[in-house]
Nanobody, 118 residues
Framework: QVQLVESGGGSVQPGGSLRLSCAASGRIVSLNRMGWYRQAPGKQRELVATITTGGSSNYADSVKGRFAISRDNAKNTVYLQMNSLQPEDTAVYYC????????????WGQGTQVTVSS
């Protein structure tokens, strides 16, 4: 089994910053992709950013230049530094870890709320 524990969500004013963390534990394949997705009320879950074990990252266009994803492979932990937050960033943020070899794995955290409001 794999468990993902997220932390760091909360409420912030527009222009503010938050840092999310997600620690993965359990039977995790060393070569994997960790990432963050978000779901706003009434909308589908969407990609925010992902990062591979090797450090290759990918961002949604809406967060490029404002958000930064990083990871600590030794701790199986992924971080999301969110700057210049806007009301449209309000959503539940979910952590994900996935891999395709030698088997398939795809696990999700329970989600953490991020609210951006004045």
């Amino acid at each position: 089994q794999v468990q993902l524990v997220e932390s760091g969500g909360g409420s912030v004013q527009p222009g503010g910053s938050l840092r999310l963390s997600c620690a993965a534990s359990g039977r995790i394949v060393s070569l994997n992709r960790m990432g963050w997705y978000r779901q706003a009320p009434g909308k589908q879950r969407e990609l925010v950013a992902t990062i591979t074990t090797g450090g290759s990252s990918n961002y949604a266009d809406s967060v490029k230049g404002r958000f930064a994803i990083s990871r600590d492979n030794a701790k199986n932990t992924v971080y999301l530094q969110m700057n210049s937050l806007q009301p449209e960033d309000t959503a539940v943020y979910y952590c994900n870890v996935a891999w395709n070899w030698p088997n398939r794995g795809d696990y999700w955290g329970q989600g953490t709320q991020v609210t951006v409001s004045s």
